[in-house]
C-alpha cells in the first residue's frame, strides 16, 4: 500500500491569500483586532521571506476597503493586487490568473469570515489542485461559534491548519540562510503579540 503523501510549503512557489478584512467588518466580526494582528505578523515574514500577497474585497462599495490597520504599503512589489469580488470565494477569474502566471503550488489563507468566504475559496483552491494552508489563528467569523466547524469541513476537505509562527517557519526552512537574522528578530519581536492572539482565537476552535 503507498504511503499517504506528505503536503508540505514549497517556499519559491508560496502566496498569501488575504480574504476581506474591510471596514464594514471591523465593528461586526469577532476579535477583528487579533485577526489583523496576525495578518500583520504574517505580512512581515513575507517580507522577510519574498513570499507575494493577494488581498480580495468584497462588494467594496458597500463594504468598505481594506482596512488602513493592514500595512499592505510595506509590501512594495511583494502585493501584488488588491482584487475586487462580488463571489464569495477569492478564486475570481483575476485571481486564478495571478496564481496561474506565478506558478504557486503552496497557498496561504487568512481573513474572515472563516465559515463563509474562507472555506469556500479554500475548497475552490483545493478543487483547482492547490495546495491549501490556513492560518488558523488568522481567521474569524462574526459567530464565533462557527469557527470550529469551519476549521473541520476544511480539514476534512484536505486544507492543512496551522498557526502562523508554525507557517512562518515553513517557510523560512533554514537557519543557515541569509535573512535568518532577520527573521528570528521578527518572531521574537511578535511574541506577546502571538501569545496573546492564540489565547484569545485557539481556544475557540476546539474542533481541530
Do not use: W
Request: charged share 20%; aromatic share 6%; proline share 3%.
Amino acid at each position: 500500500m503507498a504511503a499517504p503523501s506528505v503536503v508540505k510549503i514549497i517556499p519559491d512557489r508560496s502566496v498569501i491569500l488575504i480574504c476581506d478584512l474591510q471596514t464594514r467588518f471591523k465593528a461586526a466580526v469577532s476579535h477583528f483586532d487579533k485577526v489583523v494582528t496576525t495578518v500583520n505578523k504574517m505580512i512581515k515574514i513575507a517580507k522577510v521571506c519574498g513570499v507575494p500577497v493577494i488581498v480580495t474585497e468584497q462588494n467594496s462599495r458597500a463594504l468598505g476597503h481594506t482596512v488602513p490597520e493592514v500595512d499592505l504599503e510595506s509590501l512594495g512589489f511583494l502585493h501584488l493586487a488588491t482584487v475586487e469580488k462580488s463571489l464569495f470565494s477569492m478564486c475570481t477569474a483575476e485571481v486564478s490568473n495571478y496564481l496561474k502566471q506565478h506558478n504557486f503550488k503552496s497557498i496561504i489563507v487568512m481573513g474572515i469570515e472563516a465559515h463563509i468566504c474562507v472555506l469556500i475559496s479554500c475548497l475552490d483552491l483545493l478543487s483547482q489542485g492547490y495546495d491549501v494552508h490556513l492560518v488558523a489563528d488568522g481567521v474569524s467569523s462574526v459567530n464565533k461559534e462557527e469557527i470550529p466547524y469551519a476549521l473541520e469541513r476544511m480539514r476534512q476537505a484536505g486544507v492543512i491548519i496551522g498557526t502562523s509562527e508554525s507557517i512562518a517557519f515553513q517557510l523560512q526552512l533554514d537557519s543557515a540562510m541569509p535573512n535568518f537574522k532577520l527573521f528570528a528578530s521578527t518572531i521574537k519581536e511578535e511574541k506577546e503579540r502571538t501569545k496573546d492572539v492564540l489565547q484569545t482565537l485557539l481556544p475557540l476552535k476546539t474542533a481541530l
